[in-house]
C-alpha cells in the first residue's frame, strides 16, 4: 500500500500545468455573484425562499430580486408578507388558546389534589395566555386589507411584474 501511494505521487507533476493556473485565476478573478453584490440589499426577505432581497430598478420601475432569481413588485411583495403576518398571528392565537386550555385543565387537576397555591399560578397562566390571545385575535381582524384599497398617495409607484 504504501509502495502503491508513493508511485502514484511521482506520476504528479511537480507543478499545476499552466491551462490549469489560468483557469484558477480567471475563477478568482470573477464575481460569482455579480448581480447581488452590486444591488442594494432592500431590507426584506424572499417570501418564496428566504433569502435577502436587492432593488431591481429599471428606470422608474422599482422591483425587488433575490439571488435565486424570484422576483417581486412592492405591491406583490406585501401581499405575500401580510399573508405571512396573518399565518403567523394566527397560529400564535392558536397557541396560545391551547396553552389556556391546557394550563386550566392543569389548574382544575390541582384544586381537586387539594393544591391551592399550584392551582392558583396554573389558573394565572390560563389567564394570561387567554388574554394575549385575545389582543393577537384583535391585531389579526383589524388588519386592512392594504393590497385592495392602495390610498391615494401611494408609497410606491405602480409596477405589477410578477403578474
Ligand atoms: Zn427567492
Known amino acids: 500500500m504504501a509502495r502503491l501511494v508513493g508511485e502514484q505521487a511521482e506520476t504528479l507533476p511537480a507543478e499545476p500545468s499552466a491551462e490549469l493556473e489560468a483557469e ?9 455573484l455579480p448581480r447581488a453584490v452590486a444591488r442594494d440589499y432592500g431590507g426584506f426577505s424572499c417570501p418564496d425562499c428566504g433569502g435577502p432581497l436587492y432593488h431591481a430598478k429599471e428606470g422608474n420601475v422599482v422591483s425587488y430580486g433575490c439571488a435565486a432569481g424570484h422576483r417581486w413588485s412592492p405591491q406583490a411583495l406585501l401581499e405575500q408578507q401580510t399573508d405571512a403576518v396573518e399565518r403567523a398571528l394566527w397560529l400564535a392565537i392558536r397557541s396560545l388558546d391551547e396553552r389556556s386550555r391546557l394550563t386550566e385543565g392543569l389548574a382544575e387537576s390541582a384544586r381537586q389534589r387539594g393544591h391551592a397555591h399550584t392551582a392558583a399560578r396554573f389558573q394565572d397562566a390560563s389567564k394570561e ?35
Do not use: K, Q, Y
Open 24 to 32: 484558477v485565476r480567471g475563477l478568482l478573478a470573477s464575481d460569482l
Open 129 to 163: 395566555a387567554r388574554l394575549a390571545a385575545d389582543v393577537i385575535r384583535n391585531a389579526a381582524n383589524g388588519m386592512n386589507p392594504v393590497t385592495e384599497a392602495p390610498a391615494t398617495d401611494e408609497p410606491f409607484p405602480d409596477v405589477s411584474l410578477t403578474d
